[in-house]
């Protein structure tokens, strides 16, 4: 069964960085991009960004509203992916999900969700 | 970056009825077209993909559909286990992105 676990989340005061982890089992990990998708309270689903595995030579993209801030990466001997924030802003508080696809295309849907993990930026 | 446009964005509808949800996209998509059904607390699970490919378990009476740059997800003979938050979302061309969503509530 494939799975994805995100950690790392929690309260973080505005300004403060925040490393995000998502652990995969079941999946050949090194061949299947990792994306980020976050959602603030009561609000829609909003892309964050991806890395591509590394057949596509593991680059990153990253929407507008966090390019520049986020990093996204990922540990092929950990089968990990992380999304490191910094500068965080209230605005970033979400529930941030971790989400890859069974294809390993490198434009598809996202078939495979983790359970998420809340980020809280607050003073 | 490619704008997706959803409407209704919550309907309201009795259980055995047929319900259609509305998604416009800015630019040509091909069919790079996903649905998404997400339920209070719960991550999101793809229904459809490619526009009109129904992901492995999802009951036969949802379905999808394009015209051009329109496409629609349809619910015939809605069950009262279809509540929940419905998304579209392209996935033709970085950045992805998603609908703004539909509130499915069953009477």
């Known amino acids: 069964e494939v799975q994805l676990v995100e950690s790392g989340g929690g309260l973080v005061q505005p300004g403060r960085p925040l490393r995000l982890s998502c652990t995969t089992s079941?999946?050949?990990?090194?061949?299947?991009?990792m994306n980020w998708v976050r959602q603030a309270p009561g609000k829609g689903l909003e892309w964050v960004g991806l890395?591509?595995?590394?057949?596509?030579?593991?680059?990153?993209e990253y929407a507008a509203s966090v390019k520049g801030r986020v990093t996204i990466s990922r540990d092929e001997s950990k089968s990990t992916a992380y999304l490191q924030m910094n500068s965080l802003k209230v605005e970033d508080t979400a529930v941030y999900y971790c989400?890859?696809?069974?294809?390993?295309?490198?434009?598809?849907?996202?078939?495979?969700w983790g359970q998420g993990t809340m980020v809280t930026v607050s003073s | 970056a490619i704008r997706m446009t959803q409407s209704p964005s919550s309907l309201s509808a009795s259980t055995g009825d047929r319900v259609t949800i509305t998604c416009r996209a800015s630019?040509?998509?091909?069919?790079?077209l996903a649905w998404y059904q997400q339920k209070p607390g719960k991550a999101p699970k793809l229904l459809i993909s490619?526009?009109?490919t129904l992901q492995p378990g999802v009951p036969s009476r949802f379905s999808g559909s394009a015209s051009g740059t329109d496409f629609t997800l349809t619910i015939s003979d809605l069950q009262s286990e279809d509540f929940g938050t419905y998304y579209c979302?392209?996935?033709?061309?970085?950045?992805?992105?998603f609908g703004q969503g539909t509130n499915l509530e069953i009477k």
């Open positions: 630019q040509g998509i091909s069919s790079f």
């Open positions: 490619a526009t009109a």
């Open positions: 989400t890859s696809s069974t294809s390993e295309l490198p434009l598809a849907p996202l078939d495979i």
């Open positions: 979302q392209q996935y033709y061309t970085y950045l992805y992105s």
């Open positions: 890395i591509r595995s590394q057949t596509y030579g593991g680059t990153t």
């Open positions: 079941g999946l050949t990990f090194s061949d299947h991009a």
